[in-house]
T-cell receptor, first 115, second 110 residues
Framework: DADVTQTPRNRITKTGKRIMLECSQT?????MYWYRQDPGLGLQLIYY???????NKGEISDGYSVSRQAQAKFSLSLESAIPNQTALYFC??????????????FGEGSRLTVL | QQPVQSPQAVILREGEDAVINCSSS?????VHWYRQKHGEAPVFLMI?????EQKGHEKISASFNEKKQQSSLYLTASQLSYSGTYFC???????????FGTGTQLKVEL
């Protein structure tokens, strides 16, 4: 089984619908991240969490929210999906120390299409 | 702010060498390098820390110039398996989140 698991892997939805992407990990890492990937734009950070009580906005958090239900679980929600949120979404985990971040381990990605 | 990678794309013949550059407008604490094959998740290659250099992967190495706020990834004697998109991720001083560049597409042909 994968160390970082994302569900669903593919989702097609309509404008205005609420969508949740889920991420779970077995690596025992405290740090978890949600990235969005669009062709030609690289990976853009949406939200990140360094422990259950610590959640921070990334570069493109507008239109998204997150929940860290446990050390191993980090969910991304789109309250009212819009077509320009069509993208590939990656969850990642890492270890880290104060002022530094270790290797990121990525899930397999969730491809979201908003019609 | 997003680091700038160059070139955007490169095509090599098997056995040739390549250099991918990553530059930032901010002072860097560390630089990560990842490779992503088509349809897959990014995979870690190496981290370069301020004041040091860490080689993490086969014939792929990297340098980190703190004064110029730049890092370069060196791929020697390229193999077909090196094909993919390479991303640098930068960690600026006081920050704990990686900011990724837009990627360099590398294709190795026979």
């Amino acid at each position: 089984d994968a160390d970082v698991t994302q569900t669903p892997r593919n989702r097609i939805t309509k404008t205005g619908k609420r969508i949740m992407l889920e991420c779970s990990q077995t690596k025992g890492h405290d740090r978890m991240y949600w990235y969005r990937q669009d062709p030609g734009l690289g990976l853009q950070l949406i939200y990140y969490s360094f422990d259950v009580k610590d959640i921070n906005k990334g570069e493109i958090s507008d239109g998204y929210s997150v929940s860290r239900q446990a050390q191993a679980k980090f969910s991304l929600s789109l309250e009212s999906a819009i077509p320009n949120q069509t993208a590939l979404y990656f969850c990642a985990t890492s270890e880290g120390t104060r002022g530094n971040t270790g290797e990121l381990f990525f899930g397999e990605g969730s491809r979201l299409t908003v019609l | 702010q997003q680091p700038v990678q160059s070139p955007q794309a490169v095509i090599l013949r098997e056995g040739e060498d390549a250099v991918i550059n990553c530059s930032s407008s901010k002072a860097l604490y560390s630089v990560h390098w990842y490779r992503q094959k088509h349809g897959e998740a990014p995979v870690f290659l190496m981290i370069l820390l301020k004041g040091g250099e860490q080689k993490g992967h086969e014939k792929i190495s990297a340098s980190f110039n703190e004064k110029k706020q730049q890092s370069s990834l060196y791929l020697t004697a390229s193999q077909l398996s090196y094909s993919g998109t390479y991303f640098c991720g930068t960690l600026t001083g006081g920050g704990n989140k990686l900011t990724f560049g837009t990627g360099t597409q590398l294709k190795v042909e026979l």
